[in-house]
Structure formats: C-alpha cells, structure tokens
C-alpha cells in the first residue's frame, strides 16, 4: 500500500523550494516513478507528502556546462538516447540507456 500524505506539483524550481519549505512532514521526490509499485508492494514507500518533479521544465534538460554535461533529474531514457549532445560526449550513457527496459519504460523512467 502506498501512504501518500499530499502531493505537490511544483512547476518550476524556486517554487519546489518555497513548498519544501511549508511541508512540515516527511517528504519524497518522484519524476518517472516506474519502481514506486514495485517499492509498495514490499512495504518500502513510507508515508510522505510526495513532491512531483515531472512538471518542471528546467529538469528536462540536458546541457553542455563548462567542461561537465547536466542531466536534469526529469530526464527520460528515451532522451538520452535522443540527445546529440550525449551521443557525442556520453557514448556509454546512451549505449547502456538502450539497455535499459522496454521502449515503453525508457519513455516514463528518468
């Protein structure tokens, strides 16, 4: 069973940390969540006011930053395996992002 307090469902990231700040409960990030039922049916998933990360854009994002590269927390599978950028620096990252799961899975998880 999974105990969810309240959800919120910020859209950008100054107001994630604004809500954060007002929850005085336990929280949880989820964006793809493809392990939340899988986490539920072991008992694993405490109560918590869950925090839904799938709605802010500035995660979705993959870019060049200085000599680094930044994979937004809401990036899918499926975008890294579309992503030029990783194609030309991250190889392995989208070779083994191709491994993982069905087309399906690689849609939703991040």
């Known amino acids: 069973m999974i105990d969810v307090l309240d959800v919120a469902q910020p859209r950008t990231l ?4 604004r809500t954060w700040g007002r ?3 336990r929280k949880l990030f989820c964006a793809g ?3 939340l039922l899988v986490l539920a049916k072991d ?4 109560a918590a006011t ?8 500035e995660l979705k994002r993959i870019e060049a930053r200085r000599s680094a ?4 927390a809401c990036v899918t599978y499926a975008r890294i395996l579309d992503s030029a ?3 030309k620096h991250a190889r392995a990252l989208v070779d083994s992002a191709r491994a993982f799961g069905s087309p399906q899975i690689r849609t939703a998880a991040t």
């Open 69 to 72: 590269i930044w994979i937004g």
């Open 50 to 57: 869950w925090f839904d990360l799938s709605r802010i854009d």
């Open 23 to 25: 929850v005085r409960t």
């Open 85 to 87: 950028l990783l194609a």
């Open 43 to 46: 008992g694993r998933v405490p």
């Open 33 to 35: 969540c493809t392990d």
């Open 14 to 17: 100054a107001e994630l940390w």
